[in-house]
């Protein structure tokens, strides 16, 4: 069973609207992330939450809005959205945040903006 | 990221081969992780490495921070083997990974 939930697996949306990205896991962990994977890029860090609290912010735009209801769940908000912003978000966690740890992603979900 | 070097981009491996991937680092990493990408797109985690070698069934890792490198030796490779191998390291400080561009494995029989 996966213990990484991400949700939808795949998302098409059209440019200007909104979108949650949900995610869940459930190894225990008290750190959780988001990265992001574009065409021809190396996967990218965007924000990393530690007993629900925003520890390291490296998107620079406000349009990403992290959502954090329970130490289990990281759900990432997207608002007006581009299609520069199609690509693969992948939720990931690790034991805590201290990057001394193993780090586990979930299966992604994959987002088209057209 | 332009501060991990991944090469090569691509490789090709017959059934029962080997070969060693690799990850040099521009700044001092504090740890890496390397990780394979299967065709249905997930992220698996292979190793997490501090210092030294460690070994898992037919993988073989080593981080040598000093030296700024890791690398990722593959033997008797298999099918199911194919897919993207990532690494990501850390500087320290904080849990972000800074990731390498990837090498694309294709195993044949």
């Known amino acids: 069973d996966p213990k990484i939930i991400q949700k939808p697996k795949y998302l098409v949306a059209v440019t200007g609207s909104e979108k949650i990205l949900i995610c869940e896991q459930y190894l225990g962990h008290n750190a959780m992330y988001w990265y992001r994977q574009s065409a021809k890029k190396p996967l990218e860090f965007m924000f990393s939450?530690?007993?629900?609290?925003?520890?390291d912010n490296q998107t620079a735009s406000s349009r990403f809005q992290p959502q954090s209801s329970k130490k289990n769940h990281l759900d990432l908000q997207i608002t007006a959205l581009k299609p520069d912003d199609s690509a693969t978000y992948f939720c990931a966690s690790s034991q805590d945040s201290s990057g001394a740890e193993t780090l586990y992603f979930g299966s992604g979900t994959r987002l088209t903006v057209l | 990221g332009d501060q991990v070097e991944q090469s090569p981009s691509a490789l090709s491996l017959h059934e029962g081969t080997g070969s060693a991937l690799r990850c040099n680092f521009t700044?001092?990493?504090?740890?890496v992780q390397w990780f394979q990408q299967n065709s249905r797109g997930s992220l698996i985690n292979l190793f997490y490495l501090a210092s030294g070698t460690k070994e898992n069934g037919r993988l073989k890792s080593t981080f040598n921070s000093k030296e700024s490198y890791s690398t990722l030796h593959i033997r008797d490779a298999q099918l199911e083997d194919s897919g993207t191998y990532f690494c990501a390291a850390d500087e320290g400080g904080s849990a972000k990974l800074i990731f390498g561009e990837g090498t694309k494995l294709t195993v044949s029989s």
């Open positions: 700044t001092t990493m504090r740890a």
């Open positions: 939450y530690s007993y629900q609290k925003l520890m």
